[in-house]
């Protein structure tokens, strides 16, 4: 099983629609969780940290939960330049080595 | 503003020829980290280094080798090219203690 999983979509929805993510890990000793984006032939960027009790940045929350090793990314009102790949990120066990899942594409089409 | 600089954006290199990557951070970063990306397959570990001439291989170490001579330099080194290693390369850096990593623009290698 690997160790960080995310459909690999493609989600594709309308400008202003409510889209959501999630990423599952297996290893239950992980502590550290982000969400990064990254367009088309560009480098991963940090989106978001993801909190045990919840993240908000503007139109993108970011949740966490343990009992069912998850993380989930909500973004309200798409734009078209939200479009881009979303990759979840975990700490493997008690090390400091990012953990990346494969991405989550994301469509927004007028 | 942090910077981590990858030395090429394109590459191409011939079969058999040894290909060197350099990687350059600016923010005083412990930890280095070299992956690929290909189609389908995310982000795969090469290798990483938590401090300067210290090295640990990742998931995908074979066909490569690293250098850490400086703390803010990472050298990742492909000893014989071969076309399976035709991918996108990731330098990334992050401070001891958070996998917050930075990345570099990546470089695109193509071995022919």
């Known amino acids: 099983r690997k160790e960080v999983e995310q459909d690999p979509g493609p989600f594709n929805v309308p400008e202003g629609a409510t889209v959501a993510f999630n990423c599952t890990y297996s290893?239950?000793?992980?502590?550290?969780f982000f969400w990064y984006r990254q367009d088309c032939r560009k480098e991963p960027k940090l989106l978001m940290s993801v909190y045990s009790s919840g993240n908000e940045d503007g139109r993108f929350t970011a949740q966490l939960n343990r009992a069912s090793q998850y993380i989930s990314l909500l973004i309200r009102d798409s734009k078209l330049s939200d479009s881009a790949t979303y990759l979840c990120?975990?700490?493997?066990?008690?090390?400091?080595?990012?953990?990346f899942g494969r991405g989550t594409s994301l469509i927004v089409h007028p | 503003d942090v910077k981590v600089t990858q030395s090429s954006r394109y590459l191409v290199k011939r079969t058999g020829e040894k290909v060197f990557l350099e990687c350059v951070q600016d923010?005083?970063?412990?930890?280095m980290f070299w992956y690929r990306q290909d189609p389908g397959l995310g982000l795969r570990l090469i290798y990483f280094s938590y401090d300067v001439k210290m090295k640990e291989k990742g998931d995908i170490p074979e066909g490569y080798s690293v250098s850490r001579e400086k703390k803010e330099r990472f050298s990742l080194i492909l000893e014989s090219a071969s076309t399976n290693q035709t991918s996108m390369y990731l330098c990334a850096s992050s401070s001891s203690g958070t996998i917050e990593a930075f990345f570099g623009q990546g470089t695109r290698l193509t071995v022919v």
């Open positions: 290893n239950s000793a992980s502590q550290s």
């Open positions: 990120v975990v700490n493997t066990g008690g090390s400091y080595i990012p953990t």
């Open positions: 923010m005083d970063h412990e930890n």
